[in-house]
Protein backbone atom coordinates (compact mmCIF):
# COMPACT_ATOMS: atom_id res chain seq x y z
CA UNK A 1 0.00 0.00 0.00
CA UNK A 2 1.28 3.54 -0.59
CA UNK A 3 0.93 5.30 2.14
CA UNK A 4 0.57 9.05 1.40
CA UNK A 5 -2.75 10.15 2.19
CA UNK A 6 -3.20 13.01 2.75
CA UNK A 7 -3.08 13.68 6.43
CA UNK A 8 -5.11 16.22 8.52
CA UNK A 9 -3.06 15.73 11.94
CA UNK A 10 -2.00 13.47 14.89
CA UNK A 11 -4.01 12.11 17.99
CA UNK A 12 -3.46 9.43 20.01
CA UNK A 13 -1.19 7.30 17.96
CA UNK A 14 -3.57 7.39 14.77
CA UNK A 15 -3.21 9.97 12.15
CA UNK A 16 -7.10 11.96 11.21
CA UNK A 17 -6.70 11.61 7.50
CA UNK A 18 -8.47 14.08 5.33
CA UNK A 19 -12.10 13.29 3.57
CA UNK A 20 -12.40 14.03 0.43
CA UNK A 21 -15.02 16.19 -0.82
CA UNK A 22 -16.99 15.87 -4.00
CA UNK A 23 -15.39 17.08 -7.02
CA UNK A 24 -12.29 15.33 -5.79
CA UNK A 25 -11.02 12.69 -8.61
CA UNK A 26 -10.31 10.15 -5.92
CA UNK A 27 -13.75 10.02 -5.19
CA UNK A 28 -14.89 8.79 -9.03
CA UNK A 29 -11.68 6.05 -9.30
CA UNK A 30 -13.24 2.38 -9.01
CA UNK A 31 -10.65 1.47 -5.87
CA UNK A 32 -8.53 -1.87 -6.53
CA UNK A 33 -8.80 -5.00 -4.35
CA UNK A 34 -6.21 -6.14 -1.70
CA UNK A 35 -4.36 -9.00 -1.04
CA UNK A 36 -3.77 -11.36 1.81
CA UNK A 37 -0.21 -10.38 2.21
CA UNK A 38 -0.93 -6.38 1.60
CA UNK A 39 -3.53 -6.61 4.17
CA UNK A 40 -1.36 -8.62 6.54
CA UNK A 41 1.33 -5.57 6.44
CA UNK A 42 1.64 -2.81 8.95
CA UNK A 43 1.12 -0.49 6.58
CA UNK A 44 -2.25 -1.64 6.32
CA UNK A 45 -2.91 -2.42 9.31
CA UNK A 46 -1.96 0.99 10.63
CA UNK A 47 -3.87 2.84 7.42
CA UNK A 48 -6.68 0.53 9.34
CA UNK A 49 -6.31 2.38 12.51
CA UNK A 50 -6.28 5.58 10.63
CA UNK A 51 -9.58 5.06 9.10
CA UNK A 52 -11.32 4.19 12.02
CA UNK A 53 -9.98 7.08 13.79
CA UNK A 54 -11.14 10.05 11.35
CA UNK A 55 -14.84 8.57 11.03
CA UNK A 56 -15.00 8.64 14.66
CA UNK A 57 -13.77 11.69 14.59
CA UNK A 58 -15.93 13.07 11.58
CA UNK A 59 -19.43 11.14 13.35
CA UNK A 60 -19.25 9.19 9.93
CA UNK A 61 -22.05 6.05 10.10
CA UNK A 62 -19.25 4.85 8.04
CA UNK A 63 -16.07 5.57 5.97
CA UNK A 64 -14.45 4.02 2.56
CA UNK A 65 -10.54 4.15 2.14
CA UNK A 66 -11.33 5.94 -1.51
CA UNK A 67 -13.00 9.27 1.38
CA UNK A 68 -9.77 9.67 2.61
CA UNK A 69 -7.37 9.26 -0.62
CA UNK A 70 -6.72 5.59 -0.44
CA UNK A 71 -7.82 3.21 -3.38
CA UNK A 72 -8.37 0.27 -2.06
CA UNK A 73 -11.30 -1.66 -1.03
CA UNK A 74 -11.64 -1.31 2.47
CA UNK A 75 -14.65 0.23 4.47
CA UNK A 76 -15.46 0.38 7.78
CA UNK A 77 -18.75 0.75 9.60
CA UNK A 78 -19.92 1.62 12.91
CA UNK A 79 -22.80 3.28 14.48
CA UNK A 80 -23.25 3.90 17.86
CA UNK A 81 -25.61 6.93 18.82
CA UNK A 82 -24.45 9.14 16.04
CA UNK A 83 -25.64 12.32 16.41
CA UNK A 84 -25.91 12.72 12.36
CA UNK A 85 -28.33 9.56 12.47
CA UNK A 86 -29.95 8.94 15.74
CA UNK A 87 -32.55 6.73 14.30
CA UNK A 88 -30.37 4.73 12.93
CA UNK A 89 -29.80 0.73 14.61
CA UNK A 90 -26.20 0.11 16.26
CA UNK A 91 -23.92 -1.59 13.93
CA UNK A 92 -20.43 -2.57 15.63
CA UNK A 93 -17.38 -1.79 14.83
CA UNK A 94 -17.30 -3.37 11.24
CA UNK A 95 -13.81 -3.62 9.44
CA UNK A 96 -14.58 -5.14 5.48
CA UNK A 97 -11.95 -5.40 3.15
CA UNK A 98 -12.85 -6.53 -0.79
CA UNK A 99 -16.34 -6.30 0.05
CA UNK A 100 -19.22 -7.97 -1.94
CA UNK A 101 -22.84 -7.45 -1.66
CA UNK A 102 -25.15 -9.48 -3.08
CA UNK A 103 -29.21 -8.63 -3.44
CA UNK A 104 -31.13 -10.68 -1.73
CA UNK A 105 -34.54 -9.07 -2.41
CA UNK A 106 -36.09 -6.85 -4.85
CA UNK A 107 -37.53 -4.97 -2.35
CA UNK A 108 -36.51 -1.42 -1.56
CA UNK A 109 -36.95 1.70 0.95
CA UNK A 110 -36.55 4.80 0.51
CA UNK A 111 -33.48 6.73 2.50
CA UNK A 112 -32.14 10.26 3.24
CA UNK A 113 -28.65 9.50 3.15
CA UNK A 114 -25.59 12.25 3.46
CA UNK A 115 -21.96 11.83 3.18
CA UNK A 116 -19.44 13.14 4.84
CA UNK A 117 -17.64 14.13 1.04
CA UNK A 118 -20.76 15.54 0.28
CA UNK A 119 -20.94 18.03 2.72
CA UNK A 120 -23.96 19.56 4.02
CA UNK A 121 -26.33 17.74 2.10
CA UNK A 122 -28.93 15.07 2.45
CA UNK A 123 -31.36 13.37 -0.63
CA UNK A 124 -33.38 10.54 -1.02
CA UNK A 125 -31.56 7.88 -2.18
CA UNK A 126 -33.06 4.49 -3.05
CA UNK A 127 -32.01 0.91 -1.37
CA UNK A 128 -32.45 -2.92 -1.20
CA UNK A 129 -33.69 -4.03 2.02
CA UNK A 130 -31.91 -6.79 2.39
CA UNK A 131 -28.74 -7.83 1.46
CA UNK A 132 -25.59 -10.63 1.79
CA UNK A 133 -22.02 -9.28 2.51
CA UNK A 134 -19.28 -11.00 2.35
CA UNK A 135 -15.34 -10.38 2.11
CA UNK A 136 -12.70 -10.46 4.81
CA UNK A 137 -12.41 -8.70 7.89
CA UNK A 138 -8.97 -7.21 9.17
CA UNK A 139 -7.24 -9.94 9.95
CA UNK A 140 -8.07 -11.81 6.44
CA UNK A 141 -10.77 -14.16 7.79
CA UNK A 142 -13.89 -15.13 6.20
CA UNK A 143 -16.93 -12.38 6.66
CA UNK A 144 -20.23 -13.87 5.48
CA UNK A 145 -23.43 -11.68 6.77
CA UNK A 146 -26.77 -10.72 6.09
CA UNK A 147 -28.15 -7.01 6.85
CA UNK A 148 -31.71 -5.28 6.57
CA UNK A 149 -32.87 -2.79 6.62
CA UNK A 150 -30.66 0.78 7.39
CA UNK A 151 -28.00 -1.28 8.10
CA UNK A 152 -28.23 -2.80 4.83
CA UNK A 153 -28.16 0.17 2.92
CA UNK A 154 -25.28 2.11 5.01
CA UNK A 155 -23.18 -1.12 3.50
CA UNK A 156 -24.78 -0.14 0.46
CA UNK A 157 -23.42 3.70 0.33
CA UNK A 158 -20.29 2.63 1.53
CA UNK A 159 -19.19 0.04 -1.28
CA UNK A 160 -21.02 2.46 -3.57
CA UNK A 161 -17.60 4.30 -2.77
CA UNK A 162 -15.29 1.96 -3.81
CA UNK A 163 -16.76 2.14 -7.34
CA UNK A 164 -16.62 5.67 -7.89
CA UNK A 165 -20.57 6.47 -6.46
CA UNK A 166 -22.13 8.94 -4.45
CA UNK A 167 -25.01 8.79 -3.19
CA UNK A 168 -26.50 11.72 -5.00
CA UNK A 169 -25.80 9.56 -8.35
CA UNK A 170 -28.43 7.72 -7.02
CA UNK A 171 -31.05 10.10 -6.09
CA UNK A 172 -33.69 9.83 -8.50
CA UNK A 173 -35.41 13.47 -7.75
CA UNK A 174 -32.83 16.24 -7.45
CA UNK A 175 -36.09 18.37 -5.42
CA UNK A 176 -35.44 15.80 -2.37
CA UNK A 177 -32.02 17.28 -2.11
CA UNK A 178 -31.50 19.88 0.76
CA UNK A 179 -29.27 21.12 3.21
CA UNK A 180 -28.61 19.66 6.94
CA UNK A 181 -30.26 22.70 8.76
CA UNK A 182 -33.14 22.50 5.79
CA UNK A 183 -33.78 18.85 6.49
CA UNK A 184 -34.23 19.28 10.75
CA UNK A 185 -36.63 22.23 9.65
CA UNK A 186 -38.63 20.73 7.35
CA UNK A 187 -38.48 17.25 6.15
CA UNK A 188 -36.78 15.17 9.37
CA UNK A 189 -40.13 14.46 11.90
CA UNK A 190 -42.26 13.19 8.72
CA UNK A 191 -39.12 10.94 7.97
CA UNK A 192 -38.58 9.53 10.83
CA UNK A 193 -41.60 9.49 11.34
CA UNK A 194 -41.90 6.53 8.02
CA UNK A 195 -38.38 5.23 8.90
CA UNK A 196 -38.67 4.34 12.60
CA UNK A 197 -41.76 1.95 11.71
CA UNK A 198 -39.99 0.54 9.22
CA UNK A 199 -36.38 0.13 11.32
CA UNK A 200 -38.42 -2.15 13.97
CA UNK A 201 -39.87 -4.16 10.76
CA UNK A 202 -36.68 -5.04 9.16
CA UNK A 203 -33.84 -4.87 11.81
CA UNK A 204 -36.31 -5.15 15.21
Known sequence: ???????AWYAFGVTLLKIAQIGHPILRQRAREVTQEELASEATQRFIDDLIATMRDANG?????????????IVAVEVENNPRYPYKPKIPLTVVVNPVIEKLTEETFENYEGCLSVPNLRGVVERHVEIRLTGWDREGKPIDRLYRGLSAGTFQHETDHLDGVLFVDRVKDPRTLCTWAEFDRYHKQAFVERIVPFVRRTEG
Not at 1 to 7: A, D, K, L, S, V
Request: aromatic residues 0%; hydrophobic residues 35%.
Open 1 to 7: MTRQPER
Open 61 to 73: AGLAATQVHEPVR
